[in-house]
């Protein structure tokens, strides 16, 4: 399994605003996934994107990934305060188990 | 009721106690996984069981031990609890007719203090 690395670390916007944030892996994958974790609260799957895929819409989720750099994005748009959590993504290659990065911590201020 | 169910939810305990975290799923998966966060180290993988009779180690498992009492259950066990052992552990299952996209599913975790 790999582990997928968030920048940045920490993100502060305003409600309304758009939010992104960034992801990068080290060898090649199936697919990625995003998750969010609300503070102190498990993990919920957001969206998962394959390999042979650019780009993913999910309602205020945009998800790109680019397999020839191993980078992924994901687009919060128009931002609410509900949306304050920290977010990871997970490569996954093959059958492998999922690995989680130290995630980027996203705070939306009415 | 939840579909991934953490008991305790919060737990004090001393140094030298055996603890025992149990998780329980009604989603019907047969995979099921065992993680710890820390603050600033994401989540690391402890233990994953892809049936009853599959037992795995993560990247961290020792200290710990795991039970897998059927295919709902999966406990994980501290014999000898030790203050680096606090941490959030969090129960996840997944589906393996979901093998090509490993989607998992959360509990909603349990939070250990060793004094």
């Known amino acids: 399994s790999q582990q997928g690395e968030e920048d940045p670390q920490a993100l502060s916007i305003q409600e309304g605003e758009n939010a992104t944030m960034n992801c990068s892996y080290k060898?090649?994958?199936?697919?990625l996934q995003w998750y969010r974790q609300n503070s102190g609260r498990g993990l919920v799957h957001l969206i998962l994107?394959?390999?042979?895929?650019r780009e993913k819409h999910s309602g205020r989720l945009r998800v790109t990934l680019d397999t020839s750099k191993k980078s992924s994005s994901l687009l919060i748009t128009a931002s609410r305060a509900a949306d304050t959590a920290s977010y990871f993504c997970?490569?996954?290659?093959?059958?492998?188990?999922?690995?989680f990065g130290k995630g980027t911590m996203l705070l939306v201020s009415p | 009721d939840a579909d991934v169910t953490q008991t305790p939810r919060n737990r004090i305990t001393k140094t030298g106690k055996r603890i025992m975290l149990e998780c329980s799923q009604t989603?019907?998966?047969?995979?099921m996984y065992w993680y710890r966060q820390d603050p600033g180290l994401g989540l690391r993988l402890i233990y994953y069981?892809?049936?009853?009779?599959?037992?795995n180690k993560g990247e961290i498992s020792d200290g710990y031990s795991v039970s897998r009492q059927a295919q709902a259950k999966f406990s994980l066990s501290l014999e000898s609890a030790i203050p680096n052992q606090t941490a959030l552990y969090f129960c996840?299952?997944?589906?393996?007719?979901?093998?090509?996209?490993?989607?998992?599913?959360f509990g909603e975790g349990s939070r250990l203090t060793v004094l």
């Open positions: 996840a299952t997944s589906d393996p007719r979901d093998s090509n996209t490993g989607e998992l599913f």
């Open positions: 060898t090649s994958i199936n697919n």
């Open positions: 994107i394959r390999s042979n895929e």
């Open positions: 997970a490569p996954i290659s093959g059958y492998s188990t999922l690995t």
């Open positions: 989603k019907g998966h047969d995979r």
């Open positions: 069981s892809f049936d009853v009779k599959d037992i």
